[in-house]
């Protein structure tokens, strides 16, 4: 069981927004910045957003955001490359540890 | 640009021990942070080991305490992860990545494309 809680699967059309969530607790996500990868059919993952920041490349339909203890991906404008697994994770103070969320598989109608 | 390249990963018995590397370019290694995540088939993503940019300050995952040991040699820009004691459901793809520092958290900055390392008798 993972110590992050993600979606299993979400789905959208193309040019949807879509939104996808990441819960964990106040020692994970409640105090620390949450970083979010794309991994496309199982290919290496690659970083699309730190917390509110964007890496360089990556288009600006995506954007994070963070409430409390749940952290946000946005996809606006959804594009059919974007179909791929996300996964959500920061640094968890009780375990001393990385913590990942168990993914979220997303479909492009 | 950043690239980073795993290898040493195979085929190896219960108990058994290799050691992965992973080879960087591109950006200054030594003035990085470094990590190991691993994906078992089938399965999510699992944080294994960080290691500070000057090798002081190290982490591990309760599942790998003990038994994995990262390392590194920045005059050589490689990272080092050996692992004994090994077990069936250490098999995995092993990536390595670079870490970045935003607003006060540690994040996987760019990743290599991985090592599969599969135990099995």
């Known amino acids: 069981q993972s110590a992050l809680t993600q979606e299993a699967s979400v789905s959208g059309t193309v040019g949807q927004k879509v939104t996808l969530s990441c819960t964990g607790n106040?020692?994970?996500?409640?105090?620390?910045?949450v970083g979010w990868y794309q991994q496309i059919s199982h290919g290496a993952p690659k970083t699309v957003m730190f917390?509110?920041s964007l890496p360089s490349g990556i288009p600006d339909r995506f954007s994070g955001s963070k409430s409390g203890t749940t952290a946000s991906l946005t996809i606006s404008g959804l594009q059919p490359e974007d179909e791929a697994d996300y996964y959500c994770?920061?640094?968890?103070?009780?375990?001393?540890?990385?913590?990942f969320g168990g993914g979220t598989k997303l479909t492009v109608l | 640009q950043v690239q980073l390249v795993e290898s040493g990963g195979g085929v190896v018995q219960p108990g058994g021990s290799l050691r992965l590397s992973c080879a960087a370019s591109?950006?200054?290694?030594?003035?990085?942070?470094m990590h190991w995540v691993r994906q078992a088939p089938g399965k999510g993503l699992e944080w294994v080991a960080f290691?500070?940019?000057?090798?002081?300050?190290?982490y591990y995952a309760a599942s790998v305490k003990g038994r994995f040991t990262i390392s590194r040699d920045n005059s050589k820009n490689t990272l080092y992860l050996q692992m004994n004691s090994l077990r069936a459901e250490d098999t995995a793809l092993y990536y390595c990545?670079?870490?970045?520092?935003?607003?006060?958290?540690?994040?996987?900055?760019?990743w290599g494309q991985g090592t599969l390392v599969t135990v099995s008798s």
């Open positions: 990545a670079k870490a970045i520092a935003v607003a006060g958290t540690s994040h996987f900055d760019c």
């Open positions: 591109g950006f200054s290694f030594s003035n990085y942070d």
């Open positions: 290691i500070r940019y000057d090798g002081n300050n190290k």
């Open positions: 106040s020692i994970n996500i409640g105090s620390f910045a």
């Open positions: 917390g509110n």
């Open positions: 994770s920061t640094w968890d103070y009780s375990l001393s540890a990385w913590v």
